[in-house]
């Protein structure tokens, strides 16, 4: 098959090839199509916004102008007819309003198909203001008509002014929608409200000039403010409109306009607000309005134009996304044209093989069962192994032969034979057994079976053949019983693994609850098994694992449940035994192990057991909390001196302690996930003046409630359940991306980051923390790491390795709570660090204890010959700091030069860095 297989695809690779990049130039044609008519249609959406926005801008134009001379009128009192002027403009307002209606109804199907929109809450608030003004402009026709109510200049100005700003919502939502498809539609939807502004706040002061000048009245000091800061705000919008339109020069028509509205040199508004004081106004209303409105219509003819520019520019764009659009659908219908041919071609190279592949897909796919396959008159193709041996017939026997002598299949009662082979073929159709079939094999054996046929067919349908697939139920069941037991079983010691004993665990709770008898869970950990795999290897560590399996299963009753939980962890479940009775059993079963003796390539190991108890009875917790209430009495029982037993009690507040500790483990895990970790700083002061100044770096954990956490409340839960590791990469990632600003602030300053033990001792860990410093450019000479002295004694060999290349790539090191050891002195030779920061209980003592002065002094003296700076911690008063200065220690750190803050506080305000006198 292989060999026809590599001649098909050698023989097509042309025909391949050709369709394979007609496909790829379809989809690339149809993806260029596709985003060129969604161009086209995003043009035309933004060339029927940019309609209703330029009729907003008319009926804004035409509400001001309406505004300025009926304020004019209103401020002369004199009764009449409404002049024809102002019936002609009002005509155009109610017209450019009707036309915005139209405008926005033409647009509104498009804009609803984005689901509720701010345009749409805009356009229903534009109708109230409508009517309010079509309310106020009755009353000043009665006004005026008539010599009715008055209409004050303030609410006429009010509602007119509110219409005008509902109106310039509306159109800012508009300009928004249309995306600024491009940097010249934007400058240009820019330049169109910073003129529709302009031309509002110079529309306000016209109609607050023209009434007071047409009255010839002083203006009051509220109007006069509200004047003058739509004077401001004409001005102000005036330099914005000529900064928008600078980047336009190129553009004549904008340009001349421009120039006309620069060019303007007189300032009408301004002499008109000087005299709005006295009421001696240099203009008279009508020549007022005259005068701005010339000028405001100066600025929407600018608007006008731009407006063109725009239009012109989306007709441009339109043109251009069009042949675009034509030669894209062009290569779409040159790629189809290819694929297809060559397809073609390929489809009839493939039919040859059609039959013969899928007969052999088919057996394939069913080989884990018995299969046989034969073709369209019954003659035997194929057996697979398995088939073979059930019917007994060799491939070579039976190849060729009819299917009827080599399969033979009866009923339960051998009362008929059945051929579902027959009705297969007949039926064109697949057949399913039912169960009570037993197949008879060449020696006349009877097995009984699962059977199903399937037809095979050609490439057109037509029946080629059928494949029989059954198996033996027999192995079936075998089988299902060999994976049960696997999937409860541990594959080195063939006892029950963990899956299996926390179901058990469940169920003997539950059955504690229900009964009220007592059990016992049995938490074994082994002792000094670690040696066993060092020195003799895993596979000795797994042969010993066995023997003391085989030795404990030895020591249980058959009715207990003993599992291994994982590495050299064991669980016992004691059933209908209390703790006491099961401390009687669990000692025998620890002096039996204790004597084990396991000899291996000349040399002899011996384990022993630490054991924690905990009783299960009718108020006892859910399977977890149990677990975690006997792993915490056998570390218990692992403290005193390993061959112990421990039995839990909730009275006892060690073992509180120790299930305190792991509740921690859960606590810091989702603190990590959640990022709540905090970073804290404390100065160490150089007390000579030639060194650099360090900042140690604390950590604190913040709690869901917000509480910070100090670190010795989780840091001992952390080291001894693993999770430092991960703490520490949290505190070198966030360090490295905060530093680098204060690194460039301070270019002496040294930080101190803590490290634990566990990290320090394992290489690749070290390695991925140093990666995360250079990836973010941070120099190594300026990152100190500091070690607790126990930490870097506990594995001092590896330690001192790793120290030292790190040093090499210009780290610094630092040796943390030096002196607490017994035999520091002696360390410290073989410790490539720089620094060594004294234990603070003797720095505390030192002004009243000889001995601490002595040992404070003896450390400086030989951390001198080593050529070693010292740290003294716990700096609290000037007493202590006094006496540091005498026995020349070089560094000082404590409360009384600052107690820690957070990293934050330091970006957001800097602190100086106090140098030594």
């Known amino acids: 098959m292989q060999k026809q297989l590599r001649s098909f695809l050698t023989g097509n690779l042309i025909n391949l090839s050709v369709a394979l990049a007609g496909l790829i130039l379809l989809v690339f044609g149809l993806t260029l199509g596709q985003n060129a008519w969604q161009s086209t249609r995003d043009i035309s959406h933004t060339k029927r916004i940019n309609g209703v926005v330029d009729a907003l801008l008319a ?11 009926t304020s004019a009128l209103i401020g002369s009192r004199s009764p009449g007819q409404i002049p024809d002027e102002l019936a002609a403009l009002r005509a155009e307002v109610d017209a450019n309003w009707q036309h915005v209606n139209t405008q926005l109804e033409m647009v509104a199907t498009e804009l609803a198909e984005n689901g509720p929109n701010a345009i749409a809450a805009r356009t229903r608030e534009l109708q109230p203001a409508l009517d309010a003004f079509a309310e106020i402009r009755a009353r000043v026709d009665r006004q005026l008509t008539s010599g009715g109510e008055q209409v004050s200049m303030k609410r006429w100005f009010e509602a007119t002014t509110e219409l005008n700003a509902r109106a310039a919502a509306l159109r800012l939502e508009l300009m928004l929608a249309t995306g600024a498809p491009d940097e010249l539609m934007r400058i240009n939807l820019l330049i169109r409200e910073n003129a529709a502004r302009l031309a509002e706040n110079a529309g306000q002061l016209r109609g607050l000039l023209a009434y007071y000048a047409a009255s010839g009245e002083p203006m009051p000091d509220d109007q006069l403010e509200m004047a003058h800061f739509a004077y401001r705000l004409a ?30 040199t007189s300032d009408p508004g301004a002499q008109m607000l000087a005299a709005a004081v006295s009421g001696d106004y240099p203009l008279t209303a009508d020549q007022w309005y005259q005068v701005t409105t010339r000028r405001i219509n100066q600025i929407f003819a600018l608007i006008s134009t731009a407006s063109a520019m725009a239009i012109e520019h989306l007709r441009e764009r339109a043109h251009q996304n069009q042949v675009k659009l034509l030669i894209y659908l062009l290569l779409a219908a040159i790629a189809v044209a290819l694929a297809m041919l060559s397809l073609r071609r390929v489809h009839t190279n493939a039919e040859l093989l059609f ?9 394939l796919q069913s080989v884990a069962d018995a299969v046989i396959a034969v073709d369209e008159n019954g003659l035997i193709r194929y057996l697979n192994p398995i088939a073979q041996d059930l019917t007994g017939w060799t491939l070579a026997e039976a190849q060729g032969q009819h299917y009827s002598k080599v399969f033979q299949l009866y009923n339960r009662l051998h009362t008929s034979m059945t051929d579902p082979i027959a009705t297969c073929i007949e039926h064109n159709m697949v057949i399913v057994l039912s169960e009570g079939h037993v197949l008879i094999n060449r020696e006349g054996a009877e097995t009984a079976i699962d059977d199903s046929c399937a037809p095979i067919r050609n490439a057109n349908g037509e029946l080629g053949g059928a494949v029989v697939v059954f198996s033996s139920k027999e192995r079936e069941r075998n089988s299902d019983r060999i994976l049960t037991y696997h999937a409860t079983r541990d594959a080195l010691t063939d006892l029950y693994n963990r899956r299996a004993f926390e179901r058990q665990l469940r169920e003997l709770i539950e059955h504690a609850r229900t009964t009220g008898d007592c059990h016992t869970l049995a938490f074994i950990d082994l002792d000094n098994f670690k040696a066993v795999n060092d020195t003799g290897g895993h596979t000795a560590g797994d042969q010993m694992l066995r023997q003391i399996a085989f030795l404990m299963r030895r020591h249980v009753r058959d009715t207990d449940v003993l599992a291994r939980l994982g590495g050299d962890e064991f669980g016992l479940l004691l059933k209908k035994c209390n703790g006491k009775q099961a401390f009687h059993v669990v000692g025998k079963l620890l002096e039996a192990v204790r004597e084990l003796r396991f000899p291996w390539n000349g040399n002899t190991f011996q384990v022993g057991m630490s054991v924690g108890l905990v009783e299960i009875a009718e108020d006892s917790p859910v399977p977890d909390e149990v677990v975690r209430e006997a792993d915490a009495a056998c570390y218990a029982a692992k403290e005193k001196g390993r061959n112990h037993i421990q039995l839990y009690s909730p009275e006892n507040t060690e073992l509180t302690r120790r299930q305190g500790q792991m509740q921690w483990v859960s606590r810091i895990t989702e603190a990590l996930d959640e990022n709540r970790f905090v970073l804290f700083c404390q100065e160490v002061r150089p007390l000579k003046k030639h060194l650099p100044p360090h900042l140690e770096l604390l950590l604190r954990m913040r709690d869901r409630d917000g509480e910070l956490i100090p670190p010795n409340a989780f840091i001992p839960a952390a080291e001894r359940h693993g999770i430092m590791p991960d703490i520490d990469r949290w505190v070198v990632e966030s360090v490295s991306r905060k530093i680098g600003p204060l690194l460039q602030r301070e270019p002496k300053l040294i930080i101190n980051i803590n490290l634990s033990g566990t990290t320090l001792s394992d290489p690749d860990a070290t390695d991925h923390l140093t990666d995360i410093i250079r990836q973010h450019g941070i120099p190594p000479a300026r990152i100190c790491f500091e070690v607790t002295e126990t930490a870097a004694v506990a594995n001092l060999e590896t330690t001192a390795a790793l120290m030292q290349h790190l040093r090499h790539q210009g780290f610094h090191f630092a040796l943390d709570d030096f002196g607490a050891g017994l035999s520091s002195l002696t360390y410290l030779k073989n410790l490539p660090v720089e620094m060594v920061k004294i234990d603070g209980t003797f720095v505390r003592r030192l002004p009243d204890d000889p001995v601490a002065a002595a040992m404070i002094e ?51 305000s800097p602190k100086e860095l106090v140098s030594p006198e």
């Open 235 to 264: 001005h102000s919008n005036r330099s914005e409109l000529m900064v928008s339109t600078s980047e336009l020069d190129g553009y004549p028509p904008l340009a001349q306009q421009l120039a006309s509205l620069d060019g303007q």
């Open 858 to 908: 003896a450390i400086g003296n030989i951390a001198g010959l080593m050529e070693i700076c010292t740290c003294a911690e716990f700096v609290e008063n000037e007493t202590i700091l006094d006496r540091l200065r005498e026995l020349n220690i070089d560094y000082g750190q404590g409360y009384f030069f600052g107690r820690p803050f957070p990293l934050s506080e330091w970006s957001k």
């Open 59 to 69: 009926a804004a134009d035409a509400q001001a102008r309406e505004r300025g001379l």
């Open 355 to 363: 039959f013969e592949n899928e007969m052999r897909e088919t057996i």
